[in-house]
């Protein structure tokens, strides 16, 4: 049964989301599913995970972001503690309605907001991360110029453009925030059973990031996906990530 529900982050804003379970009972596992930046809780490897755990009586529960897709929020006020307070949310929304087996799966920004929240709570049996970023400064410095670091500063936002080519702005507050997610230390609290997907191909989040992040975490496995890129984009790639 598929269900599409609202539930609220700690500034009150509604988060959408849609809970999908195969049982209709709430003692089966549930998995969180945490989509990356600028996409939503529709994304190819959400449904896809969907389908796979519906098909072995695992319920799913997607979501969208702040500031994404169906849930409430601005855009350019988006960060990575903004999407850990979301995931700890969601958390609690399962724990509230029955659900005791939680784990966690997060893609790209999703992931380093995952490796933030699993480092902040203790109910979650299993985490899984794709193409996580775990050092966001290391990305957004090799994209931008100190001075372009500089300007978006002292304006207050630039404008991003997604992969759609849709521009949005973005506030240094994204940029600031960083400061305030380290998610090599986060991961020195991690205990439970964690895997790695990356692509060694990847130009938009270095998987030299996810082997440092794999030797800290105490059980964790890496799979590097060879000649894969961010988006696994090559034939067959897609299909070995999930």
Known sequence: MQEKIHFSNSKGNKICGVLSNPTSEINTPVIILCHGFTTSKDSSTN???????????????????????????????ITISEAVDDILNAIKYLKDKGFSKLGLVGSSFGGISSIMATSKTDDLFVLVLKSPVSDYYEVDTKRRTKEEIEDWKTQGYVIHRNSKGEEKRLNYSFFDDFKNNNAYEAAKKIKIPTLIIHGDEDKTVPVEQSKKISNIIENCKLKIINGADHKYSNSGEFEKMI
């Open 47 to 77: 449904t896809q995970l969907e389908k796979n755990f519906n098909n072995h009586n695992i319920a799913t529960f997607r979501f969208d972001f702040f500031g994404h897709g169906e849930s409430e929020g601005n855009f350019e006020d």
